[in-house]
């Protein structure tokens, strides 16, 4: 799950980033972090599955779990995508909406739910490699997330060696619903002193 974004480090000669990953790019950020530690300066993901048993609410569960896929290549999935933005409190611009009804047209979305599908096999891997996880680890959660609940970042906290949790109040979409608490600990994740961040910031 993680080659994807080691090769985007690898390509791009980025040295050393930071890599900030929630929901489902949790499981890759560490996944890269375990396999590459020289590559990487520190991860925050959280409002990802990570827990072993898996421990999710709907309806990611069952896009995890349903063995029928097909199924759900007769939903329109502009219906689902609303759904989800939906639950966001404080709603979201109507051209960020676009943005994701464009990305999950078509058979975008039931393509993108194989990822998820993996977490079965993919999971108890990852769990194997969490205490030799040697990168700093922030894990950011919605404190109402029930879709992914806090048990996860619980569990990768309980596990990862150099970890801390963050949770903010407010669901799975942490980033949408509270961006400036959450930029804010992303920023205090990467330089904790209140040193410097990046040139790219400026």
Known sequence: ???FLLRVIHEAELESPYIVAPDVGTSAALFAAA?????????????GGAAVPIQLGEPLASWVLDPDLDKYRAIDPHLIVNA???TVAGGIPENIRADYLACYDGDRFVESMR??????????LLADLLPGISVPVTIINGSRDRVVPVANAEYL???LPNSRVVLIDGGHFIWEEAPDRYASA???AIAPSGGRISSALD
């Open 186 to 188: 992303v920023l205090d």
């Open 157 to 159: 906290d309980e596990r």
């Open 35 to 47: 396999s590459e530690p020289s590559s990487i300066s520190g991860v925050v993901v959280g409002t």
């Open 84 to 86: 989800a933005a939906d």
């Open 115 to 124: 990822y998820v599908r993996r977490y079965p096999e993919e999971l108890p």
């Open 1 to 3: 799950m993680g080659e």
